[in-house]
């Protein structure tokens, strides 16, 4: 029985493994599943549409171990005493999380993902290296569509920052679970750096118009507005970065053979069906920066 252990932190959704078959031919039913987090969350939670007796099954094969992943000694005698295969590391975003797994000068100035996988090449451990650019799909931790579904229900205009036209991308989830799988024992997929997302870029004000359609409402009304004009203290008023976030997949289709299975309607409609509609919200709806927006606009326009 090969075995993996999955690092993650508390945010993320619980993970499930996909019905598939890796490229050695080991079948994921073969596979014992520990993940590894602080324990302040569940480490398991019955998908949409999942079936209460496969997730039994599943819930039956995951173990839980809960630490801090900087408790460096017990990183070393609970995770090497395991002689685990394979490592998915769902958070190794800064150097000093992974210093606990790969010895290095503790004092070193790198930091962020980049440096993460550069610390990777000088391990001498057989890595991979997996970005998505937004990740969306149901029970998304990060509420990106549901913010839009949430107006979308609402029926209240979309306000969106400066001019719209910024370029973004989306992958979603159940894509990015496929690549997880078809890296595991692909010797093409050593040491290598792949981009996982949806294949199509899109505009955020495209984006309003996509989740409109998805959930099959009516095309939205798109409020512009400009965030340096308005003060909103710690609130999120918009929940993607104002600017340009895209990336090429032909690297993970070509090398990999890998390729989305959704494009971007039809998978904001799988997270519609599967969770927005059903009430599974991860946040509430909050329309209070929206009114600072829409009081200005109107006493602009009086």
Known sequence: MAKLVVLQPTKQPPI?????????????????VTLFTRGKAP????L???????????????????????????VKSSLSAEGYDVVYDIN??????????CRVDPKSRHK?????????????????????????????????????????KAGRPIPIRNSGVQITQLGHVKDLATAFVQVLGNEKASKQVFNISG?????????????????GFPEPE??????????????????????????????AKHVLGWKPEFDLVEGLTDSYNLDFSRGTYRKEADFSTDDMILNKSFALQS
């Open 199 to 215: 294949e199509k870029y899109i505009t955020f004000d495209g984006l309003a118009k996509a989740c409109a359609k998805a959930g």
């Open 48 to 74: 949409p549409g999942e079936s209460d007796s496969d997730y039994s099954d599943f819930k039956s094969k995951v173990l839980h171990l809960k630490r801090d992943r900087q408790d460096s000694e017990f």
């Open 43 to 46: 480490v398991t939670q019955q």
């Open 222 to 251: 798109i409020i512009h507005y400009n965030p340096k004009e308005f003060d909103f203290g710690k609130k999120k008023a918009f929940p993607f970065r104002d600017q340009h976030f895209f990336a090429s997949v032909e690297k």
């Open 112 to 152: 962020g993902k980049l440096n993460t996988e550069s610390l990777l090449e000088t391990s001498g451990v057989n890595w991979t290296s997996l970005r998505p650019v937004y990740i969306y799909g149901p029970l998304n931790y990060n509420p990106v569509e549901e913010w839009v579904f949430h107006h979308l």
């Open 16 to 32: 499930s493994l996909l019905s598939s078959s890796l490229s050695n031919g080991t079948k994921l039913c073969q596979i014992q």
């Open 92 to 101: 190794g975003t800064r150097l000093v999380l992974m210093l606990v797994l």
